[in-house]
């Protein structure tokens, strides 16, 4: 059987992005938010990034300009990584008999806004989410993602070096292009085009030859 050959036109290559945690309806899930790996002194950052951000189409970040005078105020965004544990639906683990990781999960990017950040830091203050799971319920819809957060007593993939290892592994890598998650770092021209303004072209800057002679002799 020979190949089929392509030409420009009948290829849409589309890109590929990180799936990222979601609640889903009618499942309880366990997950975890996994902090940076201290470095060689002991030092260990802080889990989160934050931008402004506007959406028109898709998330883009604010530039303090066009973009608030014509789609209002920004909106802070929040993302930050998390082990998913594979659980049943009533949240409970799945183990894994015989295997060094005796658990199944993914490492996932996790997108919220300042809103949940609050109810996590509340929940955090109680309980310091660095060294605790959360058992997550969503209550309404799935585009809503309104969700309803209760700590666990520990976090399974902080009981062992190597299952340390392994999720930092994963996690590590992700963690260079979270801030691409937020939304995309548009040029003002770039938001311009994307609002449907005129975007001026480089010959309306200069609009004839008298105005290039008198920048030409103050210089």
Known sequence: MSDDFLDFGEIEVKPKYRERYKGVSGEKHRISIVYPKPDENGKQGGPFVMRSTHYSDKYFFCKEGIC????????????????????KKDGSLIKKEGEAIPFDYEVKEWVFTDTKFNQLKALHNEWNLKDHDI?????????????????????????????KEAIYKESEPMRKNLTNALGQDLSTDEIKELLGLDVAQAGEVIAGEEDLNDILAEV
């Open 135 to 163: 058992l997550v319920t969503l209550k309404g819809t799935e585009q809503y993602q309104d969700l309803e957060f209760v700590p666990c007593r520990e976090s399974i993939w902080q009981l062992k070096p190597e299952f």
């Open 68 to 87: 608030c005078e014509k789609l209002g105020p920004a909106k802070n965004r929040l993302a930050c990584i998390v082990v998913q544990y594979k659980t």
